[in-house]
């Protein structure tokens, strides 16, 4: 803090309470020196696997006797996102209405976490953790604390203890999970420490190195000792041969002076000048430098040097004219055989020799003729995109512009009529990636509103609001409104609509999508996505199939739920809590997330035409009218074994749907009867009456949500059952409900 504030009082460090999920890391009471208020700032770390998203605090005051003051003051952090090991706090004053308060406790009587599940504190008292030992003096050995920091590696740095509830990592980080939130060690690893065993192994460690150390010192001496015994020999040898050679050097003196200055300089001219003479340059110019200026040898070093210059200039050119005939010969036999490159690449390493240049625009001429010739047989084979490929290489060589459009205009011919076979085959996805590539071209773009039509939902269920799409592309919705969920009045041109826990999606008719509600997670940053053809909504994420059969996704991604970047061939998508599950147009399924029921095992499905996304599991409708399911089977959400002639499926928190081809409606799951069955993550578990669908007829689209399913009937009016209590039930005034086409 700046000089602006005193500190008047400090809690002790890291206070917990059993069972809680967070510790009060550091609190301090402060005087605003400029004001005169007192204000309280807590640092408070989660331990929670959990994000935290908000908590509240309870903070005691007392005066300068330690007496309590007034009644206690409560506060709230909200709009947080904290991750297990991160704090927060630290930067919040917390404003104190006595400014005569000398001290305080702190207390966390609540959290808030991002599943919505939440923590409320006990009677437990809020006490100091344990001090750390010091790794040092619990093992009493520096070694022994190396070979510790050697078996478990990273920072160790204190003695693992165990408090309550909690467990405090050799890193001196306190921890409720099996991994350090701070080094990830293992918790069991720790302490399952046997003390003889790392004893044992700094041992054999200090005796590995002791030998290492011995052995290098004994390698250096009988080095040092080898080079004394070298250098001395050499010594003695020397003066020996010494004594021998200077008498006898001082007799043979004078007759060496004579056979040198005399003698050998006149022999050697001679035989300088008899190689001059016979033309071998290169051997008479260093026989007349050997001489060093004997006679008028330096003359003939320069006459010699001249004459080799000039032989050696002739039998240059000689050279270079046969070789560069030769090659002109080599490059003249492989243009005759229609081998231009090679024949350009020949003559162009003569550099213009003879007509070399043009010889090579004649060869380059000639390829052009014969790939353009290619090119047209490519088109006329009905090989458009090889042809394409090969007319483009040619540069706009004679009319080959006019040859690529011709070719393009084919392709688009071929590929819009493959979309319209598939259109009318009902494989909507598919003929929407051609549409895609022929965009522009005749009605391709009408198509592919069709198609984004086609895949798209016109009511949609989930959390506590219902949405629906009209014919005229507008949209309306009824029920929780808390973050603007529902606040789709002035959307236009929707052609499809989704629904996630709190947030609304829509897809626009020319492939851009919409979003409102909750974004805390980045669910609704989705303003750059295009071509989109379908959509889907988790709890806090959102999925988008492009036309080219990939996936886009954004928003929360601890489970991998948004893990979709590399999904291909991809016809439809569904998202469940923190799942999200992809149909490929083989009629397999893949997908991405939490896993903990099971909800993604579904590698082993074939033939699927549709699928549905619950919380925690998921629905496939196999081509057959029958139905598969995966996931958590509480209350019989997974029981569709037996169902048949089913066209669509929904599926919801506890429960699924299936919609037959009669038009009637089938659900299984939490049955009506008003009761309390279960306490969850968010609450009690009640029965609404979601699963009376029964007498359910003329139905063409079905929705579901966690306590609430929806009904499209053929009429454009809705009908729906379950909880209402935020009146998303309220759908009996919709009309106009756009009706899909099957």
């Not at 009318?424 to 022929?438: G, M, N, S, V």
Request: net charge negative; charged share 25%; aromatic share 8%.
């Amino acid at each position: 803090m700046s000089e602006r504030y005193t500190k008047l009082f400090s809690l002790p460090p890291d206070l917990y309470a059993e069972s809680s999920p967070l510790v009060i890391s550091a609190g301090n009471l402060l005087k605003d020196n400029v004001t005169g208020r007192v204000l309280v700032q807590l640092k408070i770390k989660n331990l929670s696997s959990k994000g935290v998203k908000a908590a509240k605090v309870t903070i005691r005051t007392q005066d300068t006797a330690g007496r309590p003051l007034e009644d206690p003051v409560v506060f709230e952090y909200l709009d947080l996102s904290v991750r297990r090991g991160e704090e927060f706090g630290q930067k919040v004053p917390i404003p104190l209405p006595n400014p005569s308060a000398r001290g305080f406790t702190a207390e966390v009587r609540e959290a808030v976490f991002s599943d919505n599940s939440t923590y409320e504190s006990t009677d437990a008292p809020w006490e100091p953790l344990p001090a750390a030992t010091d790794l040092n003096s619990a093992l009493g050995d520096p070694e022994l604390v190396k070979q510790y920091q050697l078996t478990y590696g990273g920072p160790c740095r204190v003695a693992p203890q165990e408090h309550k509830d909690l467990w405090q990592c050799a890193c001196g980080a306190w921890n409720r999970e099996g991994a350090c939130c701070g080094c990830r060690k293992s918790r069991n690893r720790l302490f399952a420490l046997d003390l003889k065993a790392l004893t044992a192994a700094k041992d054999a460690r200090l005796a590995r190195e002791k030998a290492d150390r011995e052995a290098k010192e004994a390698a250096e001496k009988a080095a040092a000792e080898q080079a004394a015994a070298e250098a001395a020999a050499r010594a003695k040898k020397t003066k020996k041969i010494l004594a021998i050679l200077i008498p006898a050097a001082a007799v043979c003196l004078a007759a060496v002076l004579l056979l040198f200055k005399v003698v050998i300089p006149n022999s050697h001219y001679s035989k300088a000048m008899a190689l001059l003479d016979a033309g071998q340059y290169e051997e008479a110019i260093p026989a007349f430098e050997a001489l060093d200026g004997y006679k008028d040898s330096a003359a003939q070093i320069e006459a010699a040097k001249a004459a080799k210059a000039e032989k050696e200039r002739l039998a240059e050119e000689a050279r270079i004219e046969a070789e560069n005939a030769a090659a002109y010969e080599k490059a003249s036999a492989l243009q005759a055989v229609g081998q231009y490159e090679e024949a350009i690449e020949a003559y162009t390493v003569l550099n213009g020799y003879r007509d070399s240049a043009a010889q090579i625009e004649a060869c380059r001429t000639a390829i052009l003729d014969r790939e353009y010739a290619a090119a047209v047989a490519l088109f006329n084979a009905g090989q458009y995109e090889e042809a394409i490929e090969a007319f483009s290489a040619l540069n706009g060589y004679k009319d080959s512009a006019a040859q690529i459009e011709a070719c393009r205009t084919v392709i688009l011919d071929r590929e819009y009529a493959a979309a319209v076979k598939l259109f009318a085959e009902e494989k909507y996805a598919l003929a929407a990636r051609l549409f895609y590539k022929t965009t522009g071209f005749k009605d391709s773009d009408s198509y592919l509103t069709k198609c984004r039509m086609k895949l798209g939902s016109t009511i949609a269920a989930r959390g506590w609001h219902t949405v629906g799409l009209k014919s005229n592309g507008t949209v309306v919705a009824v029920g929780d409104n808390e973050v603007g969920q529902c606040n789709v009045s002035g959307w236009k041109d929707i052609v499809a609509i989704t629904a996630g826990w709190k947030h609304t999606v829509g897809l626009k008719a020319n492939g851009t999508v919409v979003v409102v509600g909750d974004n805390r997670s980045g669910q609704c940053d989705v303003s750059g996505w295009k071509d989109i053809v379908a959509i889907a909504a988790g709890e806090q994420h959102s999925i988008g199939l492009k036309a080219d059969g990939t996936v886009v996704a954004v928003g929360y991604n601890e489970y991998g739920q948004c893990d979709v970047s590399d999904w291909k061939d991809i016809v439809a998508v569904t998202a469940g809590y923190y799942h999200t599950v992809g149909l490929k147009a083989d009629g397999t399924v893949v997908a991405v997330g939490g896993n903990w029921g099971g909800q993604c095992d579904v590698s082993d499905w074939k033939d699927i035409v549709a699928i549905a996304a619950g919380e925690q599991h998921s629905i496939g409708l196999k081509a057959d009218g029958t139905v598969v399911a995966v996931g958590y089977n509480e209350y019989g959400r997974c029981d569709v074994s037996d169902w048949k002639d089913i066209v669509a499926v929904t599926a919801g928190g506890y429960h699924t749907v299936g919609l037959k081809a009669d038009g009637t409606v089938v659900a299984v799951g939490l049955k009506a009867d008003g009761t309390v069955v279960a306490t969850d993550y968010v609450g009690k578990l009640y029965n609404f009456g979601q699963c009376n669908v029964s007498g359910w007829k003329g139905i063409v689209a079905i929705a579901a949500s966690r306590y609430h399913t929806v009904g499209l009937k053929a009429d454009g009016t809705v009908v729906a059952v379950g909880d209402n209590e935020d009146g998303q039930c309220n759908v009996s005034g919709w009309k106009d409900i756009r009706v899909p086409e099957r």
